[in-house]
């Protein structure tokens, strides 16, 4: 069975990228630290290796330089996952031989499976699960009914945008997207949600403004919001809650299901 090595510190993209590469029938393991990354890749010797660039530890490029010194590894096939789009690292990615090139805000999970299909071929039968793999928690008898409804997310990264709304229609919400500001407010006044999931940096209009305008008008002031965001400052932290946040996750922070159990706790504890 051919094995991929993710290296990723988004942890909702790291644990849905082992996921849907074992289910593709890979061998999937991985690391969220570039300094980790580097000897577990070696030690691993992965068929293949996703690898973000903005990484803790040691960034991406730093471990994709060393892994061209190795002799071992220096013929080890890439495929570079960033939020940067920037000529300037797709141009020294290419130096450095990397296979392929995927911007997140722009491309689906679907696409990842194809591209290392295109490397490595079809997998085998289902790889089996591991702890990395996201489970789906049984919901305990006796627990009582959580709200279903509708649920807005607001999010330019088209990745995790697809991976949130999957995770979320599965639990049996309705969800509606967004991916920017303006696109947001405007979706809210057509059909006020039961819920939001906002992030703060977005196109145009930024996920603070979105926020402050919600709570300002009577019709939309009470919709719970989650704040999902890769700023992780106290000061921002403390900007989103004075404004009206319900909560506050930081992407690299948190898996799938962990959202969504948070998205039904604030739910029950707003609407029951």
Request: overall charge negative.
């Amino acid at each position: 069975m051919k094995k991929v090595f993710v290296l990723e510190d988004e942890k909702i993209l790291f644990d849905a990228l082992l996921q849907k590469l074992r289910k593709a029938g890979f061998a999937a393991v991985g690391s969220e630290d570039g300094a980790d990354g580097i000897g577990r890749i070696k030690a691993e010797k992965p068929d293949l290796l996703l690898l973000d660039i903005m990484l803790p530890g040691k960034g991406g490029f730093e471990v994709l330089e060393e892994l061209r010194k190795d002799e071992t590894m220096k013929d080890l096939p890439v495929i570079i996952i960033s939020n940067s789009g920037q000529p300037v690292e797709i141009e020294r990615a290419i130096k450095l031989g990397v296979r392929d090139y995927l911007i997140k805000a722009e491309f689906d999970p679907a696409e990842v499976i194809e591209k290392v299909e295109k490397v490595l071929g079809k997998g085998l039968a289902e790889a089996p699960v591991t702890d990395q793999v996201i489970r789906k928690e049984k919901p305990r008898s006796g627990s009582p009914v959580v709200p279903v409804g509708r649920v807005l997310i607001v999010e330019d990264d088209k990745f995790l945008r697809d991976l949130v709304v999957k995770k979320l229609r599965n639990e049996g919400f309705t969800v509606f997207e967004a991916v920017d500001g303006e696109t947001a407010l405007g979706a809210i006044l057509k059909e006020i949600p039961e819920f939001i999931l906002l992030d703060l940096i977005l196109p145009g209009i930024d996920g603070f403004e979105v926020l402050r305008r919600l709570k300002e008008q009577p019709t939309t002031k009470n919709i719970p919001v989650i704040v999902l965001s890769n700023l992780g400052q106290a000061e921002d932290i403390t900007k989103a809650t004075r404004l009206g946040a319900n909560g506050y996750m930081i992407k690299a922070k948190f898996t799938l299901d962990e959202i969504v159990v948070n998205v039904k706790k604030i739910l029950k504890e707003h609407y029951m």
